[in-house]
């Protein structure tokens, strides 16, 4: 709706995981490089933590776009599975026609894939997002899976997205072998409040941006207090005031169309 009116060829503040618009702090760009480094580099398994909205799974997106056509990858959006439904539910994420298997002829069909994978010089990633939704159960059995290998690689290389309980679920006693694996880790903080500012310009930019909308030294005082620099949050808040200045016609976001907007969000009568 505001599109037109700023001259924007798409919205700047969806809340899509859109490699596109990842704004590569220091931070972000570091959990990056240590996904990309712990894949590329076969190191088993690979953590990465983050509160939600942190952006972790449009860096996972990215790290995607740059591993090319060599790795065959499996992204596991909703790990509220079985044990039996998670063996299968990656074994049709690489493609595999399972739907009819049970969970050992599941399990056959993917060794076999993994095998013809390395017999091609391919690598195989499975990265599953929100991990900390894992059972004990699960987490054991992503453990074993990472235990299939030749006699000189693994077959498999894993990626563990999730919120900051995962850390916590992983030191669990019980799970102290699949915590040795892991060995690359990283959690991504919030932006700074001096990001926030780099942030929001930089969608704008990637949108098409030509100087409009503008918002204020005290919108983005605003807007950092109240997202605390979780980026889902802050888009949230900036398509609402886009929304605004559209409706009242104004090109510049300030303090108190921050207010309204988080108001509105919040389901407040004040802020």
């Known amino acids: 709706m505001y599109l037109e009116y700023y001259g924007l060829k798409e919205p700047p503040f969806s809340i899509t995981p859109d490699p596109r618009f990842l704004f590569y702090s220091a931070k972000h760009r570091e959990a990056f490089n240590h996904l990309l480094y712990g894949i590329r580099e076969r190191k088993g398994f690979v953590q990465l933590t983050g509160e939600v909205g942190a952006g972790k799974t449009t860096i996972c997106r990215a790290m995607l776009e740059q591993l090319g ?16 439904q998670l063996v299968k539910a990656i074994a049709i994420e690489f493609g595999l026609a399972v739907k009819t298997m049970d969970r050992l002829e599941s399990g056959a069909a993917l060794n076999q894939f993994l095998l013809e994978q390395v017999e091609q010089g391919k690598e195989t990633v499975l990265i599953i997002d929100e991990a900390q939704d ?21 077959l498999l290389q894993i990626a563990l997205l999730g919120q900051p309980e995962l850390r916590d679920r992983l030191n669990d006693l019980r ?60 888009n949230a808040v900036c398509d609402k005031c886009l929304l605004a200045g559209y409706v009242q016609q104004k090109d510049r976001i300030d303090f108190h169309m921050i207010g309204l907007a988080i108001r509105e969000l919040e389901g407040k009568v004040d802020i």
């Not at 056509?69 to 039996?84: C, F, G, K, S």
């Not at 894992?134 to 299939?148: G, K, M, P």
């Open 175 to 234: 799970l102290r072998q699949l915590r040795q694996r892991i060995t690359v880790r990283f959690h991504l903080p919030p932006l700074t409040r001096a990001e926030v500012g780099q942030y929001i310009q930089h969608r704008l930019e990637v949108s098409g941006a030509k100087g409009i909308p503008f918002f204020t030294q005290g919108a983005l005082w605003r807007i950092y207090h109240y997202s605390r620099g979780i980026p889902r949050l802050i």
């Open 69 to 84: 056509p060599e790795y065959a990858t499996a992204l596991i959006l909703n790990p509220v599975l079985d044990v039996d």
């Open 134 to 154: 894992l059972t004990n159960a699960l987490l054991e059995q992503v453990r074993l899976l990472s235990n299939l290998e030749t006699g000189q690689r693994k």
